[in-house]
């Protein structure tokens, strides 16, 4: 489904962020990321979200060279994958049902099945009584599960966490977890970039190691071993 | 699905403007000032154009014929000027009518009006009171009259015409001439520069407040937002901004205008700054509610442009 061959990213000052990294990503996987930080583990998402072209090797999403994407067609793409990010992300001045209504907006869905599908989703993340709150009167647990609401209310094949629980306490952590497992349960691929122990020994899902821009390891059930 | 996208975009750019509280409430302030300068413009170029006016018309040039000439002669010569382009309006003072107007003139002047009995006879001839339409065409005026002077002649062989005064005025003329086009000249300039100035100081604050947005543009493109789905509500915020600008501004001018006529109109020389407000209403309104909406579409589609660039 995902196939990264052979990218390397090199920034003008000579960092070398990526360097000859393959990986392949198969449907309703749940792959973790795992690498100090300067690994290059955002550098590889960034790729895959067409944020970032690579300097060489090439990104594929299913048949699609994402390098090869034009502008007009990015935002098109972006709409297959959800993404969660560690700062939140959230739109300030659009309430939590309008942040995860925007996301249908952008896919071009209609007033009706948005009326369905978010109060669905927001029920799924248990944040059905905080529909109209803005996102600074919420704590960082529940912006987190916005975020998540918003990327799964459009049943993308794939969701993407850059270190969703890097601001978050252990139980708020443990919480976002689960709910990230319980959406791969379902069916959703998962790629999943952090450096907390505790989550990826729980898991016990595919565990990628980076150091320095490399992929070192790559073990199907995998312990964090950094 | 284009009127479902324009309506979420209208929606979300009405929505943003207001949430946006203080940001809004900055350019709104910022708008109005140079709404402002262009309305204080506007009236002050009606102002200046009617004292021109006023000037303009206290100058005249005048044709003096001789004491016992025909009257039709004179009319002949009122209908020849009035066929020229440059003159506005010929007036004739019959050498009756001259007389009384000279008496008016000196009424406490009791040696003059002795003078004048002493001498019997209406010393006075017909008069024509020229004026041109601009004081640089008196010249053209006076040239014609020079020329006619020697054409037009009475029974006895010599001009109808005595005298024509243009050169003893051609001193005051000239300057008011000189006058009228620095005065129209230096207008058009300080609006010019006012206006530009207001208008770079919109503009930056426009950019400054959509700076304070950049982590919103940045979240809506990673979520999937199309140019025109950033792009929409900040040009809709900026078009909200300009209207509410011009609408404050308006009703503004109409209470300033009111009251400056009311207690300070003496000042402006019989000019009534209300009634100009009022009677141009229609155009100040067009002007300055399509200046609110071009600047702050404007000013937001180019801030946000730059970001989208990135």
């Known amino acids: 489904m995902i196939l990264f061959d052979r ?163 252990p139980i708020n952590t443990n919480d976002i977890i689960q709910i990230l497992k319980k959406i791969n349960d379902l069916g959703t691929t998962i790629i999943l970039t952090t450096h907390n122990k505790g989550v990826i020994d729980s898991l016990g899902k595919r565990v990628v190691t980076m150091e320095k821009g490399k992929i070192v390891r790559d073990d199907k059930m995998g312990r964090y071993t950094l | 699905m284009f009127w479902i996208t324009t309506k979420r975009i209208t929606k979300s750019g009405v929505q943003n403007f207001f949430r946006n509280g203080f940001v809004s409430f900055s350019s709104v302030v910022v708008m109005t000032i140079t709404l402002f300068i262009i309305i204080s413009v506007i009236l002050l170029g009606g102002f200046l154009n009617y004292s021109l006016e006023q000037v303009k018309n206290k100058v005249d040039v005048n044709v003096y014929f001789i004491t016992n000439v025909e009257e039709s002669d004179v009319l002949s010569v009122k209908k020849s000027l009035e066929a020229l382009p440059e003159v506005s309006s010929v007036e004739y003072v019959s050498s009756d009518q001259a007389l009384v107007n000279f008496k008016a003139k000196h009424q406490g002047d009791n040696l003059t009006l002795q003078a004048l009995d002493e001498l019997g006879e209406n010393p006075l001839g017909a008069t024509l009171n020229i004026k041109a339409k601009d004081p640089s065409q008196y010249a053209g005026i006076a040239k014609y009259l020079d020329n006619m002077s020697s054409g037009v002649l009475s029974s006895g062989g010599t001009s109808i015409i005595d005298k024509v005064n243009y050169s003893q005025n051609k001193v005051v003329i000239d300057r008011l001439t000189e006058i009228v086009n620095s005065s129209n000249m230096i207008g058009v300039w300080f609006a010019i520069i006012f206006i530009f100035i207001s208008i770079i100081v919109t503009f930056n604050t426009i950019r400054l407040a959509i700076f304070m947005s950049r982590d919103e543009i940045s979240v809506m493109r990673l979520v999937g937002a199309s140019n025109s789905y950033v792009k929409g509500p900040f040009v809709i915020s900026g078009v909200l901004c300009g209207v509410i600008s011009a609408v404050v501004i308006l009703i503004f001018f109409a209470i300033l205008t009111f009251v400056i006529n009311h207690y300070y109109g003496s000042y402006f020389v019989g000019f009534n700054l209300f009634g100009y407000y009022i009677n141009h209403f229609l155009q100040i309104f067009g002007t300055i509610v399509g200046s609110g909406i071009v600047f702050g579409s404007f000013a937001s589609y180019l801030a946000v442009h730059k970001y989208l660039r990135h």
């Open chain 1, 7 to 169: 990218v390397t990213k090199l920034y003008p000052d000579g960092t070398k962020a990526l360097e000859e990294a393959s990986l392949t990503i198969e449907p309703k996987e749940f792959v973790s990321i795992v690498g100090h930080s300067g690994a290059g583990k955002t550098t590889l998402i960034k790729m895959l979200l067409a944020e970032e072209k690579p300097t060489s090797g090439r990104v594929f999403y299913e048949s699609l060279d994402i390098n090869k994407l034009r502008k007009d067609e990015i935002h098109h793409f972006r709409r297959k994958i959800g993404t969660v990010f560690q700062d939140f992300k959230l739109l300030a001045n659009k309430t939590v049902y309008e942040n995860i209504a925007f996301a249908m907006e952008m896919a071009g869905r209609l007033e009706d099945e948005i009326d369905a599908d978010v109060p669905h989703v927001l029920n799924l993340v248990d944040l059905t009584n905080r529909a109209y709150n803005f996102p600074h009167e919420l704590s960082g647990g529940e912006k987190q599960r916005v975020a998540i609401a918003r990327a799964i209310v459009n049943q993308p094949d794939i969701i993407v966490a850059d270190e969703p629980t890097g601001n978050l306490d």
